[in-house]
């Protein structure tokens, strides 16, 4: 059996927290066979896209990211001023470390010195994606009655996908618990709403934010921004989404927006 490997684009997005989050993105070109020619042919997509990035616009370089990384960020910034000779990591007032705007590396580094700077910082452009057969991915399809309408999930015409189920499904859980769904109304009896009404009963007892009326056998959620959304969705027999199969031909067309 011949392993398969994929280069995926990673996107960038932005938060409150960072400049930019990092988000799973596309496919970049077709399926490789040989390890060696897809590492060097991401070396060379992570190579342009870290000499074209201004390093003060994007996490993990910037200063919040210096607070919940003190130990790796110190770390980086040894091997960069000592491997490069760039003192492009300076430490402010309050000891935080981050780049300044206008902060790019040298054209002269290695492809080694960069293999451990993408390693230090956790910043990756692109990612390889190993396969034991086929290419096969996962995407969230979002199902009615919670969802206006059904469909994958999206965000401008862009379709999200995973590389395993399990990647997925967490995904999903915690996708969900920030969607429209408050005030859903599920009806039907315990025992149809659910595998093991038991567990969902005891659930019920302790939440105040989903409510089951025995009179007309009717589940309410009236919140999912907590905890506990997790648990009932996964107890939930129709669940408010389903991880579909795609193939590498159904993903190669999707282009990551920015």
Known sequence: MVKKYVIRQVAFRYSDDHFYSHEMGGIKGDIFTDYVEAHNTLMELERDSYLATDLGDIEPFSACSSDVNMDKIIQLKIYVDQQLGQNILKIDNYGRISADRETYLTKN?????????????????????????????????????????????????????????????????????????????????????????????SLLKNSNDFNYDEVVEELTIKNTYTTEWGALSTLLRNKPFEIRLLTFDDVKGFNESM
């Open 109 to 201: 580094i290695t492809n080694e010195q960069l293999s451990m700077i993408r390693f230090k910082s956790g910043l990756k452009f692109y990612e390889l994606v190993e396969f034991a057969d086929e290419p096969q991915f996962f995407g969230i399809w979002e199902k009615s009655p919670f969802h206006k309408s059904e469909g994958f999930r999206s965000d401008e015409g862009t379709i999200y996908f995973y590389n395993t189920y399990v990647e997925a499904y967490n995904e999903a859980i915690k996708y969900c618990s920030y969607s429209n769904l408050n005030d859903t109304k599920i009806k039907g009896k315990l025992e149809d709403i659910t595998d093991m009404p038991m567990i969902l009963k």
